[in-house]
């Protein structure tokens, strides 16, 4: 039986086994220069970016290569300096296939080249917005949505709370981690940005428990900061979800289908904060990030600094290549992350972690008719009916599936992990809310 | 990299290590095993032989049934296990071998597997079987019952044999395998049928004064005492409230049954006898009301998901007992309360609305959304 914490949370969720040991004291260092980068042209949630580059053509280290003209998008710079080889089709981590820039990196690579600093204090709020969509920044935890469209909540809805999650429930991730013990000041300078941003008086950063190390580090870093505070949770799964976080902290509750500007709330990742640091200070755009290879299937498990449109393989190389017998590769976290065939797949925004499974840590089984436990109810944070939904889905009663809150899941996966008839909620609850959308266009 | 050998799965990947279907069946074996040991103790092998027989016949007709209907043998997760447990622990510990071996046999095939298997049953399948066995012809064989320790008067492994005697319509004699009848092993009557049969003496209500070593009141009622802790006649599985409720606990501590239905079946059985003064202690210690709240009401297919569905059926349990003992004096009302609800969970589960996180005016009832028609039907899209 679980024992009450005596730090804030949230009603539901699992404590999965964490293995964050393997690398969170692991320092962030500089991965190589792949022999290759292949970036998508599309790495957000939003309308397509169209290439601006074309084969041969030369770019530099942080050129933009990819933008739309639409608002809901987020454009993509080159991760290196060097010279296009061709725009091509290729399978993405998620399995479809994407468009994507390859380029043939120079020998040598140039430093990034600070531009002349602004003073943070004086930026206005449409400026940070307009840094944010320059930079190409994205939701870092995984999610890729435009930073910038976050930025602007509707006007009838102030935004009065900036909440940094620093949680990193993921189980095996410690990049965010990483990041608030070895930059907890630019932390703190990006959070500063996102509440001039959204003119928020008042900023959070949420961190579980289990690190208490970086809540020292946050807290030192803030200094005399009267409006920001470092606020201890309870380790457990899926604390750093938008509306677990806002409620935990604040005890406010975003009402389904509604963003958390309805409760005058703004949720940013770690990674996402420091780049917006980073874009603001130096004109730096989002072409590298800091990312977990870990799993008892790497050799080295650390924390990398890598450029967006590295393969997979040559950062699992980077960590010392394979340990023992491979049987899962995971991009992303294990709850929410993408499994791949193979390790051709290059990181993009989005990408917190690349995870290699040994068979010891798989746990599959041939999916057994619901036995109505109610497991499921009891974890899901959202307090949906994750086993009706994947019973109606399966019979293909979309109204059904809607009723029990198919558009309401996030896709945390506690249900599924929980399941004793190993029942795969999140591939139901996919498939119902492509239905529901495509029966909604008619 | 040994690429073709990674595994594609939807996320999750990881798993809770000990959620799985056996681990849960294997609790609830687990926590009978008290109560086991104890009818083992009061009527003798009989019990051994009878949970012996249930569960062979249990396995043996899922084995023959999930062959003939071209399914995957499941013996592994132990719930044709249980249910032969449960189902020999409703019965007399002087049934005979040969009628447990059919209601094993209608439990396992009749009761769960031509549903569609261990899911998707609509009654519990253990529940289901002793009822078809008591409103059937064999009904007779699972109507008596013998006081405890009547083994003393013949012989603790000898198997007891029952026959119809003829000539005295209805009337069960109890022998030994070897023919010799069992000296004064009249059918012992049931707490309950003793409450059915006539008023209740203050005594009873007052608590325990045990006459001599058996526990039993001067009026020849069992005490409050002898009834909570197992010496009386009955069931072999319902006779002590007190393993019942560790061996309750015990699956509540796993997280395997909800707290809130062995809570609100008693509680609200409790209440009710508590009202009406219908003897509610005594009442509460009888017949099968532990067994069945911590045991059968709580089977995971049969009850419902939600957490407000879950105190709706438990109380719905719990009235309609009191509803079939107070005016119908029926010493059945745990099983057919059961029975009743049973399938009402499935309406529970559809009807009843679970308030999403955030959502600020909740529903009662579920509605289904309004799709833009036509809601495509498997059929439709084979076409």
Request: hydrophobic fraction near 45%; include cysteine; aromatic fraction near 8%.
């Amino acid at each position: 039986m679980a024992v009450k914490s005596e730090y804030a949370t949230f009603k539901g969720g699992i404590h999965p086994p964490y293995n964050k040991e393997l690398a969170s004291s692991k320092s962030i260092r500089t991965a190589p220069v792949p022999a290759e980068v292949l970036i998508p042209l599309s790495q957000h949630i939003g309308a397509p970016n169209e290439a601006l580059v074309k084969a041969g053509d030369r770019v530099e280290l942080g050129q933009k290569i990819g933008a739309s003209e639409a608002f809901v998008s987020a454009p993509v710079h080159s991760s290196v300096a060097g010279t296009v080889k061709e725009i091509a089709e290729i399978t993405g981590f998620t399995g479809a296939k994407v468009k994507a820039v390859v380029i043939t990196p120079d020998e040598s690579q140039p430093d990034f080249e600070k531009k002349p600093g602004k003073d943070l204090e004086s930026l206005s709020d449409e400026e940070v917005r307009s840094i944010a969509k320059e930079a190409g920044l994205v939701g870092m935890g995984g999610a890729a949505f435009p930073t910038h469209v976050k930025l602007t909540p509707p006007k009838d809805k102030p935004v009065d709370m900036v909440i940094i999650n620093g949680c990193e429930c993921e189980p095996f991730l410690t990049c965010d981690h990483r990041l608030m013990l070895e930059r907890p000041s630019d932390l703190v300078a990006g959070l500063k940005l996102l509440m001039t941003a959204v003119k928020a008086k008042k900023g959070i950063i949420g961190i579980e428990a289990n690190k208490m190390d970086a809540v020292d580090t946050v807290r030192a870093a803030l200094g005399k900061e009267a409006d920001i505070s470092v606020e201890v949770l309870e380790v457990k799964y899926p604390e750093g979800a938008e509306k677990m976080l806002i409620s935990a902290l604040t005890g406010r509750k975003v009402p389904p289908g509604k963003l958390p500007s309805e409760v005058g709330c703004l949720v940013q990742n770690v990674g996402t904060a420091i780049a917006l640091y980073e874009a603001a200070a130096w004109g730096k755009p989002l072409y590298e990030r800091v990312l977990t290879v870990s799993g008892p299937g790497i050799k080295e498990p650390g924390n990398l600094l890598a450029r967006i449109g590295t393969p997979i393989s040559a950062l699992v190389e980077a960590c010392g290549g394979i340990k023992g017998e491979a049987a899962k590769l995971i991009m992303g976290g294990p709850m929410t992350g993408w499994a791949q065939p193979d390790s051709s797949a290059p990181i993009v925004k989005g990408t917190s972690g690349i995870l290699l499974f040994t068979p010891d840590l798989i746990d599959t089984a041939e999916e057994h008719e619901c036995v109505r436990c109610g497991k499921c109810l009891d974890v899901c944070p959202m307090f949906l009916l994750p086993n009706f939904i994947a019973q109606s889905a399966k019979r293909e009663l979309w109204d059904k599936a809607e009723m029990y809150g198919a558009l309401d899941c996030f896709e945390c996966g506690c249900c599924s992990f929980t399941c004793p008839a190993y029942i795969p909620h999140v591939s139901y609850v996919r498939k119902a809310k492509a239905e529901i959308a495509a029966l909604k266009k008619r | 990299m040994a690429e073709n050998k990674m595994q594609v799965t939807v996320s999750p990947h990881l798993h809770a290590k000990d959620e799985t279907i056996s681990r849960a069946m294997r609790d609830v074996l687990i926590a009978l095993v008290p109560a086991a040991v104890w009818a083992l103790i009061v009527f003798g092998m009989n019990v051994v032989y009878i949970i012996a027989v249930s569960c062979i016949t249990a396995a043996l007709s899922e084995v023959i049934m999930r062959k003939i209907l071209g399914r995957k043998i499941t013996l592994g997760d132990y719930s044709a296990m249980v249910t032969a447990v449960l189902f020999a622990f409703l019965l007399p510990p002087t049934t005979p071998l040969w009628v447990v071996a059919i209601g094993a046999f209608i439990a396992v095939a009749l009761c769960k597997e031509i549903f569609g298997g261990l899911g998707k049953n609509v009654f519990n399948p253990a529940l289901l079987a002793r009822f078809l066995l008591w409103i059937s012809p064999l009904g007779l064989y699972t109507a008596k019952f013998v006081k405890p320790f009547f083994w003393r008067e013949s012989n603790f492994f000898t198997p007891v044999a029952t026959s119809i005697s003829e000539g005295a319509a209805g009337r069960v004699v109890y022998k030994t395998l070897a023919g010799n009848p069992i000296a004064d092993v009249v059918s012992a009557a049931t707490p309950l049928s003793l409450l059915k049969s006539g008023k209740m003496l203050p005594e009873i209500i007052a608590g325990p004064t045990p006459v001599g070593s058996t526990w039993v009141t001067s009026s020849g009622r069992p005490s409050l005492g002898s009834l909570f802790l197992g010496l009386k006649s009955g069931c072999i599985g319902e006779v002590s409230v007190l393993l019942l409720l560790i061996g309750g606990l015990y699956l509540i501590y796993r997280g395997t049954v909800d707290w809130r239905i062995p809570v609100g079946i008693i509680g609200s059985f409790f209440l009710l006898t508590l009202i009406t003064w219908y003897h509610p202690v005594y009442n509460l210690f009888s017949g099968g009301l532990f067994l069945g709240a911590f045991f059968m009401a709580t089977d995971w297919v049969t009850s419902p998901v939600t957490r407000r569905g879950k105190w709706l059926y438990a109380v719905g349990i719990g009235a309609t007992i009191f509803i079939l003992r107070f005016w119908y004096f029926r010493p059945e009302g745990v099983m057919i309360a059961i029975l009743i609800w049973n399938p009402l969970a499935i309406l529970i589960d559809r009807y009843v609305a679970v308030p999403k996180f955030g959502e600020v005016k909740a529903p009662v009832f579920n509605k289904l959304p309004a799709l833009p028609e036509p809601v495509p039907k498997a059929a439709e899209k084979k076409t």
